[in-house]
């Protein structure tokens, strides 16, 4: 029962883009930095995302992120064979001292 | 940057109790809280709780408050988890996250570990 929300799966062809939606509420997203992650169940998952929209070294500019309110976005575009993973957003939520995920989304290519 | 090496995958009975290392290199352990964060099977990314290496000090989810515990050895730089009175729903692969300095993400991961609870 994830407080934050997450379409369960989204598909596209090699080579377009596809966007995942986050959306949370003003005791998370609305007060904290929204972060992403590319997971392959049984493999450590891989920070994408952070601060909304900063990318680690490494990450791929076709990856991008965005906050409004109480949501979060992350863009994918140029899809590869290898983006197909589960991804999760996260972030602190304030009112339950505890970090949330989203429910997850898995991308198809 | 860092590496974090987590320990072996265990199997229990239900009621036993587990514990589960991770151990940090290329860094100073101190410097960066750690959480523990689980995926049980078919299910999302679940976090657990936090520890600030430097002082010692907790924070748990709700739900696994009084049977889950965070510690650190900062001489070995080693993070431990243990989790009591297991059950089945406990099944589930078990990770360690370096929380970053916003505190609001994880920049490294333990390559995780699989606890299987079963009679």
């Known amino acids: 029962q994830s407080v934050l929300t997450q379409p369960p799966s989204v598909s596209a062809a090699p080579g377009q883009g596809v966007t995942i939606s986050c959306s949370g509420s003003?005791?998370?997203?609305?007060?904290?930095?929204v972060s992403w992650y590319q997971h392959v169940p049984g493999t450590a998952p891989k920070l994408l995302i952070y601060e909304n929209n900063k990318r680690p070294s490494g990450i791929a500019d076709r990856i991008s992120g965005s906050k409004s309110g109480t949501s979060g976005t992350l863009g994918i575009t140029g899809l590869q064979a290898g983006d197909e993973a589960d991804y999760y957003c996260g972030t602190w939520d304030s009112s339950l001292s505890a970090y949330v995920f989203g429910t997850g989304t898995k991308v198809t290519v | 940057q860092g590496q974090l090496v987590q320990s072996g995958a265990e199997v229990k009975k239900p009621g036993a109790s587990v514990k589960v290392s991770c151990k940090a290199s290329g860094y100073r352990l101190i410097d960066q809280f750690m959480d523990w964060v689980r995926q049980a099977p078919g299910q999302g990314l679940e976090w657990m709780g936090r520890i600030d290496p430097s002082g010692g000090g907790t924070s748990y989810a709700q739900k696994f408050q009084g049977r889950f515990t965070v510690t650190r050895d900062t001489s070995t730089s080693t993070v431990y988890m243990e989790l009591s009175s297991l059950r089945s729903e406990d099944t589930a692969v078990y990770y360690c996250?370096?929380?970053?300095?916003?505190?609001?993400?994880?920049?490294?991961w333990g390559q995780g570990t699989l606890v299987t609870v079963s009679s």
């Open positions: 996250g370096r929380v970053g300095h916003d505190y609001v993400h994880f920049d490294n």
């Open positions: 003003g005791s998370n997203i609305g007060q904290n930095y």
